[in-house]
């Protein structure tokens, strides 16, 4: 069983801060795991409450993982174990998925549908037709695989009637820096605000590593420079790729950002604001787009001119 346990972090989180993607691992004999997939230890509500707690957030997202491919109770019991007001899901469904069981699994807080392309449960090809079914309900498509995917995926993704939201920084070669070609077409898509990234998982792709990844925080200062209003950030626990007990440290993922991003406004943004309006906490509000007013500020010391145009989670 992973912990939520550790050192409390650096930075203050302001109000209303929300950690967007972790997963439940509830007890075997009573939510089916699919075969072969990983991982095979638990990681309970409550552990994931006291992770929440310690670094002090008041939202959170909760992923369907692939080891329950598209059986979703357990992230569905997890969303009504904080309710709404706290918590929002996204999830894994069947290809041939109703707009009744779409219907309620909005109902139950559900606002995003995932494409975890490591695993089968759908390939690209799925994704323009998975995108017209979800989109009546305002839901976003959130899209993950890793090294080289990027280019061949955003002229698919930019055609789709929603919203896109990349994890994990997108997961490209990190021996490639801010200069390859995946990056590049990330900052181009972004460009156009219908695409979100999430900070997120940087031991995933980072050769620097802990504490600082500094590496991925020169991906992340490029992506602040392109579109502010469209970055939100998340801690991935229980980090699924390593063992309970030489997991990551969630504060030192969240205190790169005192570093990343440090104007404050940006920052609670992209903790709080953003996130806000993604998952619709804050439905009506404006908030999100209050960094928008820092894009032409900061565009001078944008790495965009320099680029060109632009596991088992």
Not at 16 to 38: M, N, Q, V, W
Not at 173 to 183: A, I, K, L, M, S
Not at 233 to 257: F, I, M, R, S, Y
């Amino acid at each position: 069983m992973v912990s939520g346990d550790g050192r409390k972090p650096r930075l203050i989180t302001p109000l209303k801060t929300c950690e967007t993607h972790s997963h439940i691992y509830g007890p075997a004999d009573k939510y089916l795991r699919f075969p072969g997939r990983k991982p095979s230890y638990g990681a309970s509500i409550e552990a994931y409450e006291t992770m929440l707690d310690r670094l002090g957030i008041e939202r959170c997202v909760i992923v369907q993982p692939s080891l329950y491919s598209t059986e979703n109770r357990c992230t569905l019991d997890a969303i009504a174990h904080f309710g709404q007001s706290r918590a929002r899901g996204v999830a894994v469904t069947q290809k041939d998925v109703s707009r009744s069981e779409l219907q309620q699994l909005h109902d139950a807080g559900i606002r995003g549908l995932r494409f975890y392309l490591i695993v089968d449960d759908f390939v690209m090809g799925d994704a323009p037709e998975m995108a017209r079914r979800i989109a009546p309900l305002g839901w976003h498509l959130q899209v993950q695989d890793r090294g080289n995917w990027l280019p061949e995926a955003i002229p698919i993704l930019e055609k789709l009637p929603v919203d896109i939201v990349i994890d994990h920084v997108g997961r490209t070669p990190p021996e490639n820096g801010v200069n390859d070609p995946g990056f590049k077409a990330l900052l181009r898509f972004m460009e156009t605000g219908r695409c979100w990234v999430k900070i997120s998982a940087p031991y995933l792709a980072s050769i620097d590593g802990p504490p600082r990844y500094a590496d991925v925080g020169d991906k992340v200062r490029a992506l602040i420079s392109v579109r502010p209003d469209r970055l939100v950030w998340a801690a991935n626990w229980p980090h699924p790729n390593h063992t309970p007990g030489n997991k990551p440290e969630e504060a030192d993922c969240l205190d790169v950002l005192l570093d990343w991003a440090p104007d404050t406004a940006v920052r609670n943004a992209i903790l709080a604001d953003n996130p806000g309006t993604l998952y619709g906490f804050d439905t009506g509000s404006k908030c999100g787009v209050k960094s928008l007013n820092l894009r032409s500020e900061k565009r001078l010391s944008s790495p965009l001119g320099h680029l060109g145009a632009a596991g088992q989670p």
